[in-house]
């Protein structure tokens, strides 16, 4: 597939197909690998499959006191943190 670079300000730029960024779950962000071939984009809706599940598990294996102490909020915690 042909793209062309584009100026975007002081960057370039290419602009993808609406189709190749459906068939690849691309969004919002990618991830960018340099490769010695060239460089390879990848989506980054896959970055935390499992993570759940991991998360869990290392949660069944605290003790209580480290338990409680998860459970501890602060001012930041509760007024400032944002995903």
């Known amino acids: ?13 290419i602009r ?3 189709t190749l960024l459906r068939q690849y779950h ?3 962000d990618l991830e960018i690998e340099l490769k010695k071939e060239g460089i390879l984009l990848k989506p980054l809706s896959k970055a935390r ?8 598990q ?11 102490l998860m459970q501890l909020r602060n001012k ?8």
């Not at 597939?1 to 730029?13: A, R």
């Not at 290392?58 to 409680?68: F, M, P, V």
């Open 26 to 28: 691309i969004s919002n």
């Open 58 to 68: 290392g949660i069944r294996k605290l003790t209580s006191a480290e338990k409680k």
């Open 49 to 56: 499959v499992g993570w759940e599940d991991q998360f869990k």
């Open 1 to 13: 597939m042909k793209v062309k670079v584009i100026d975007i300000g002081n960057s370039k730029g």
């Open 16 to 18: 993808l197909p609406q």
């Open 76 to 83: 930041f915690d509760e007024e400032e943190w944002t995903w």
